[in-house]
Structures are given as C-alpha cells and as structure tokens.
C-alpha cells in the first residue's frame, strides 16, 4: 500500500462511489413503481473487465454480493459490443430472485472493455402464478418468467423483441416498461461520468484505482479478522416453515477463524426444501460479505475485496446452496436475513460485547395484485415492512427499521393510497415488543391495510414461530402476527400464506421486535 498515494486513493474511493449514488438518483426518479421510486429498492456498482465490483451506493445488501455474479455470468454468454445493454434476473446465473432484474452496460475505449455500469431492481411484477410473483411456489418456473443473460439494446439499438416478450409475460407491462427503461438511464448515466473521469484522469490511473480500492478493502478487512480470536464457533437457527409444510428449516453454521481468514461453513443446514426459502449461491454469499463488512470499523467500500479472505462452504442441495429448479422467491428475502442471524450469533461467542442481539430477522414481505375498476387497469403491488433492531452492549435497538439484509425505505401512506385501490388504516410502532434486557431491543411496526377491491394477497414472512434471540441475558423480541380481518372475525394466518381477499377485508401485519441485551435487572 506505501507505493500508492493515500490521499489520492481516498479521492478516487469517493469519485467512484459518487458515480454509483448518482445512478441511484436517476434511477429513482425516472422509475414508475413505488417499490423503486419510494422504497428504493434497488442498487448501483460499478465493475472492472472481469467483472469485479469496485464501487458501490449504500444500497441493498442482498444485491450487492451478488452482483459480480451475474456480471461474470454475462460476461460467460454474451459477446458485449458498444451500445449494448444486458438484462437477466436468472437466479442460476448470479441473480437473487425473479424480481430482482439487473442492467448491466459495458464500458469501452477505443474498441477495448474497460470497466462495465450495471444496477439492480425489484420490479414488483414478472409473472407467475400469483402477482408480484413472491408466490408460495414450489418450483421456479411458478415464480415469474427467467431472463437469462439477453441484449436488450444492440449497439446503441433497443431489441423490441427481447422487451416486447418480456412486457407479454408481466401483468403491469407499462410500469415494467417504465422501471427497465430507467435502468438504462442510470447505467447511461454512469458510463458519462465515467467518461468525464476518464479526459480528467486517464484510463491508467482508474484502472490502478479500481484495482487497487479492492486490495485496500481486502487488507483492511483482513485486519479486522485477525481481531477475532482464532478457534470455531457455532451456531443454529431457525426459519418457521418453507410455507408448504409445517416443518422447520434449520440454518447452521461453523465459523472457523485462522489468523486473518475465515471459513463459513454451512454444512449442517437443512436440505432444500419444497417451497421457495431455498437461498441460491449467490444470496448466501452476499449475507456472509454483509456481516464481515459489518465488523469493520473503517469507512471501507464494498468491493470485491471482501470475497478474498472469507472461503464459504455452501453444500449443493442444501437451503442456503439450491440446485435448480427449486423455488427461490423466499429465499432471498427471508433465508438471507437467517444466515445473518447464524453467523452474528456465532460471531458473538468470538467476539462478546460487540455483536448486537438478533434483529427482526424477517422482511415481511406483502404482495398483492387484482384489477382496478378507477384506472381500468391491472394492479400489482410489493413491499417489505421494518422491525425491531437488536440491541448491543452499548444501546437499545432502533425501533420501526428495515434490518440486514434489506436497506430499503418504509413506503409513504400518500404513495400508497394514491397509487392502489387500498387503504392504510393504521400504521404505528409497535410498542414493547423489543426484547427486555438491560438495553431493550428495538419495537416492530403495525401496518393495517384494508383492500377497497378483491385482490389475490401473497405474505412471505417469518419470526412468527421463533423469537429473535436476545443475548448475555437479554430477552427474545416478541414474535411477529399476521392476521386477516373480515367483518367482525379475526383468523390468525401462518408465516406463508396465499389467499383471496374481499373488498372491505383488512390485513393486519404485526412486525417482530428486536432482541434485548443484557439481564434486564441490570
């Protein structure tokens, strides 16, 4: 590191990154969904020729781990040109689950691949059996329609083709058309200011620096786990159901650490399941780089240089390493947020004090769609709602937040009533569901929604079997509550459900807290 100007390497760390929080700013406000528009789900990098990430925006941590994935598995299929613009959602090919689209552009000077601009989207429709194809599936092709690696634009020229089959498998085809094309216009975005880089600074010197952040990033993430004390810690715990059974699913991990490397191993976890929890690759290697990056006291980038020191063993046909063509809707929202529970809670035998109790360890995650008689038109609807964050050593947790795995925003009431036939009836903290403990943990959230038309209604939760874990004495935060309210009857609904909702129903979510810490009569 001494033969590189420290200072210099700083500037460029925060050139890059701007890069990648411009995208996200166009993206955004170009998008036509509320669930990229308002709640922001979506993601930003910037990649070498190889597909290596070296920058990216504070956005979606399930996104940005597997990101290079898909980046290298377009790299594997298709013969990139100038002009050319890339989709794929394949969760096989480094994607995380139908929904998630990523738009990867190349970069080229003088006829050379230099680096490539790409993002990442949910959109909150891409077919399937159910809208906004979260459904309880048990097979992928019931999730929505695969997008392998495929040009949508051709040296500069959009393949009508390629959108016009997409669009035909969707049912909100003008919002799908919307939210892809405002993918484009960020990677558009990106690849200008990468060129402005470029006549200020030359391509020797990005080049150096987009190998060089990542080296920076391993090393200082090397340091960090020498920190820990070497030995093995485990740890299990467990996801309710996969929402086809009634039986648990079992994530486990032995976290072995040696001197500045770590080996993750999830060899004692279930094997795949039948419905769709199943984590592809790719997910649980982005849960993995979310905690390692966690410990990391320095304001580091996220880049491909945290992969280095950490070696993840991931069994075939297990729940955290599926073979197709398991479902894998569930997977990427509510295992992810499990393999992060595991590890933090063997990583707080290691390293006692500084590891928080469990958070909510779920996304709650709403999908609903039917027909709007006001705008005479398809509607089809998702979002995630926050928790309880864990508390540490040093503080309670933050009440009423998106925790982990997701970074998303809670979607405004105005946005939502506006946007569909529904209305929020309540929408409030959950009070006293944190977890007890010398430091409490953070409360959940209760969003009542009260359809005005018949909808099909998709919920993939979890943490309404088993509390998140409070530690050194602390309390499990109180469990999570689905319930369906029809007229004067209240039916208490499982984890993972599909049903048929009648105008004037209500569907009450009651988030999990976080757990506490510490023994509450400290």
């Known amino acids: 590191m001494s033969k590189f100007d420290p200072i210099e390497l700083e500037l460029f760390k925060n050139l890059f990154t701007s890069i990648t929080e411009e995208m996200a700013a166009v993206l955004q406000r170009t998008a036509l969904s509320p669930n990229i528009k308002e709640r922001r789900d979506f993601s930003c990098a910037l990649f070498t020729r190889l597909g290596e990430t070296f920058a990216q925006g504070s956005h979606i941590p399930v996104h940005l781990g597997a990101m290079p994935l898909s980046v290298q598995a377009a790299l594997q299929s298709v013969d990139f040109e100038p002009g050319d613009v890339v989709i794929l959602n394949d969760p096989y090919k480094g994607g995380t689950h139908l929904p998630d689209i990523t738009c990867i552009q190349p970069y080229f000077v003088a006829q050379n691949l230099c680096f490539f601009v790409a993002n990442r989207a949910h959109h909150s429709d891409v077919g399937g059996i159910t809208p906004g194809s979260m459904p309880l599936a048990t097979e992928i092709f019931q999730e929505g329609i695969i997008i392998p690696p495929l040009k949508l634009y051709k040296r500069g020229r959009l393949n009508e083709e390629v959108l016009n089959l997409f669009l035909a498998n969707v049912r909100t085809p003008e919002e799908r058309r919307g939210d892809i094309l405002a993918q484009v216009a960020a990677n558009a975005r990106g690849a200008k200011r990468l060129s402005e880089m470029l006549a200020s600074y030359g391509l020797e010197k990005l080049t150096l620096y987009a190998d060089q952040i990542q080296d920076y990033t391993e090393e200082i993430l090397r340091k960090t786990i020498k920190m820990i004390p070497?030995?093995?810690?485990?740890?299990?715990?467990?996801?309710?159901?996969?929402?086809?059974?009634?039986?648990?699913?079992?994530?486990?991990?032995?976290?072995?650490?040696?001197?500045?490397?770590?080996?993750?191993?999830?060899?004692?976890?279930?094997?795949?399941?039948?419905?769709?929890?199943n984590a592809n690759f790719a997910v649980t290697f982005s849960a993995v780089l979310y905690v390692?990056?966690?410990?990391?006291?320095?304001?580091?980038?996220f880049n491909t240089g945290l992969m280095r020191p950490i070696h993840i063993i991931a069994p075939e046909g297990t729940v955290v390493n599926a073979t197709f063509p398991s479902a894998l809707a569930g997977g990427n929202v509510e295992t992810s947020q499990r393999i992060v529970d595991v590890l933090l809670g063997a990583l707080a035998q290691a390293l006692p004090g500084k590891?928080?109790?469990?958070?909510?360890?779920?996304?709650?995650?709403?999908?609903?769609?039917?027909?709007n008689p006001w705008r005479k038109a398809n509607f089809a609807y998702y979002e995630t709602i926050g928790g309880g964050l864990g508390a540490s050593a040093e503080t309670a947790g933050l009440s009423g937040v998106h925790c982990h795995m997701t970074n998303s925003l809670n979607t405004p009431i105005e946005?939502?009533?506006?946007?569909?036939?529904?209305?929020?009836?309540?929408?409030?903290?959950?009070?006293?569901?944190?977890?007890?403990?010398?430091?409490?943990?953070g409360d959940g959230l209760i969003r009542e929604y009260q359809f005005l038309v018949p909808a099909n209604?998709?919920?993939?939760?979890?943490?309404?079997?088993?509390?998140?874990?409070?530690?050194?004495?602390?309390?499990?935060?109180?469990?999570?509550?689905?319930?369906?309210i029809r007229g004067k009857k209240q039916t208490i609904l499982g984890s993972k459900v599909n049903l048929k909702v009648k105008a004037g129903d209500v569907l009450r979510i009651e988030t999990p807290g976080g757990g506490g810490y510490g023994s509450p009569k400290e």
């Open 230 to 277: 070497d030995g093995i810690y485990q740890f299990e715990d467990y996801l309710d159901d996969d929402g086809v059974t009634n039986q648990p699913v079992k994530i486990s991990v032995k976290l072995t650490v040696k001197d500045e490397e770590a080996w993750v191993d999830f060899s004692g976890s279930s094997p795949q399941v039948e419905g769709s929890v």
């Open 292 to 301: 390692f990056r966690s410990l990391v006291e320095e304001d580091i980038p």
């Open 355 to 371: 590891i928080p109790a469990a958070s909510q360890g779920t996304m709650n995650n709403i999908a609903f769609g039917g027909y």
């Open 415 to 441: 946005a939502l009533e506006n946007y569909l036939p529904i209305k929020i009836t309540r929408y409030a903290l959950r009070r006293n569901s944190g977890g007890k403990g010398k430091n409490r943990g």
């Open 457 to 484: 209604l998709t919920i993939i939760s979890d943490r309404r079997k088993f509390a998140p874990y409070g530690l050194a004495g602390g309390k499990p935060g109180k469990k999570g509550v689905n319930l369906l």
